[in-house]
């Protein structure tokens, strides 16, 4: 009879504990739709300040802006912590024009970060096309030396998953430049990473490895539909030139911040959850995708904790990271200084992929811990979340990883995230004010959750 009523007792306080989680998300999904203050902040963040290339004045701005509206939500601690970033100018507009015998035909093209200028007066030199890296070995030096490379690799359009399809085919963004000037090449354009056909190139980061300065050759993105045009007059004139003129410079690394706020814990103030985008963006358009709706909805969960009434067990820190696009910098420093310190991090939520519908979350972390996220999956059943899976988590939180803290990243709806990013078309417009603000009530009831039940303690095998 004693161990009926104890079963009784379990089966209501689980009850009870669920019915209190189901009013808590309520409350934040509705204080954020109808009361949000993350739209606003990414108005100002796109509008009034605009992309913010580490190391740039626009930077800077961001970093004093968001410090500020973090101090203004009454938090028990805000701060900057300083960081070293890489500082590269794009320079004046680019050009390029396929020069086919009489005919000249300008298409739209931009400097891959951190890329070289061509030299004075711009590279014009016949072309070669080539579907990635691996194809440069079997055409060898013969055939490439003295040439541009044209990397014309498409991301793939049959992969659901279009991080999946990004993945596929940005190794020749990031390493083409270094592979083709061992061949020869005096410089190399790369297809833009979208599956759209328009007219907007995509930057993004490219390495030379330990390439000497004096021998690194231009990079540059054209557009897709640029790359259709210059593949189709390949065909029909194998020996057209290409020419392209780009202005971009390499400074001397700057002095920058990630932004920090935090509240502090009730009964576990030595153990610490963190949520956080990356303040940084490429210069072409204002980075509203990428990532300044990660910045606002980051800020957001706190100010969604204090708005509902919600005094958090666990230390709830907002991170706004600076540098993730050409060089995480600033993941990098955060978790250093934080093992330095001796900090305790449970977990780590980053939103990078865009302010879309949300979609779910996927999780880095142990089967345990994941199969709590699982009992806490019908939460969010009524808000559409559906999508729970193990996988990968955020570039600025991966510094953090070890065996006990688990990462966790935003999963927005990805079909339209390739259309933006990177490119000049990544702007506040291309944002849905509802969209955002459920990704940011999203965020906030999965660090509520975890917040109230902690992260599973997997107990050690002995060997």
């Known amino acids: 009879m004693k161990k009926f009523l104890v079963l009784i007792f379990l089966a209501s306080a689980i009850s009870f504990a669920q019915s209190n989680d189901e009013k808590q998300l309520k409350k934040v999904y509705s204080t954020s739709l109808l009361n ?3 739209y606003a902040w990414l108005d100002h963040l796109s509008n009034e300040i605009g992309g913010r290339l580490s190391g740039s ?12 509206e973090l101090e203004k939500l009454g938090l028990d601690k805000v701060w ?28 739209p093209i931009c400097a891959l970060g951190g890329s070289v ?3 004075f007066g711009g590279e014009e030199a016949e072309i070669i096309e080539v579907q990635g890296l691996e194809d440069l070995a079997a055409l060898g030096e013969e055939k490439i030396k003295g040439k541009i490379v044209f990397y014309n690799r498409p991301m793939q359009a049959d992969v659901i998953s279009t991080f999946q399809a990004y993945g596929g085919c940005v190794d020749q963004r990031y390493g083409g430049a270094k ?7 005096v410089g190399v354009v790369v297809r833009s990473m979208s599956l759209r056909l328009d007219d907007y190139p995509h930057t993004g980061s490219m390495s030379y490895g330990d390439v000497a300065v004096e021998d690194r050759i231009p990079a540059a993105a054209i557009s897709t539909n640029g790359a259709e045009l210059l593949s189709a007059k390949l065909k029909k004139n ?3 030139t290409f020419s392209f003129t780009m202005h971009c410079k390499q400074f001397n690394d700057a002095v920058s911040h990630n932004v920090i706020g935090e509240i502090t814990g009730s ?3 030595n153990e610490i959850i963190i949520v956080g985008g990356h303040l940084d963006s490429w210069d072409l358009g204002d980075g509203s995708h990428d990532d300044g709706a990660g910045v606002v909805q980051s800020m957001e969960v706190l100010r969604l904790m204090k708005e509902t009434g919600y005094k958090p067990k666990r230390t709830i820190r907002v991170v706004l990271f600076m540098n993730e696009e050409n060089g995480l910098r600033g993941g990098r420093k955060y978790a250093e200084v934080a093992k330095e310190k001796g900090e305790k991090h449970i977990f780590a939520l980053e939103s990078d992929a865009g302010g879309f519908t949300p979609r779910g979350f996927s999780f880095d972390c142990s089967d345990g811990n994941f199969a709590q996220v699982e009992s806490w999956r019908k939460l969010f059943k009524p808000y559409l979340i559906h999508y729970f899976e193990k996988g990968g988590s955020g570039a600025d939180i991966g510094p953090l990883k070890d065996n006990q803290i688990v990462l966790a990243g935003l999963r927005p709806d990805s079909q339209r995230y390739f259309d933006h990013h990177h490119a000049a078309n990544d702007t506040f417009d291309a944002v849905n004010k509802r969209e955002l603000e459920l990704g940011a009530a999203t965020m906030t009831s999965l660090v509520y959750l975890f917040d109230k039940y902690g992260t599973v303690k997997e107990k050690k095998i002995k060997g």
Do not use: C, D
Not at 57 to 68: D, E, F, H, R, S
Not at 80 to 107: C, D, F, T
Not at 179 to 185: D, H, I, Q, R
């Open 80 to 107: 900057l912590q300083e960081v070293m970033v890489p500082h590269w100018e794009r320079g004046q507009a680019e050009e390029a024009y396929i020069m086919n015998g009489s005919e000249r035909i300008k298409v």
């Open 36 to 38: 949000g203050q993350s």
């Open 57 to 68: 004045t626009n930077a800077a701005k961001a970093v004093q802006y968001t410090k500020a």
């Open 267 to 269: 009964e576990f103030p």
């Open 117 to 119: 200028a061509t030299r």
């Open 238 to 240: 194998p020996k057209l």
């Open 179 to 185: 592979e083709a000037l061992k061949y020869g090449a």
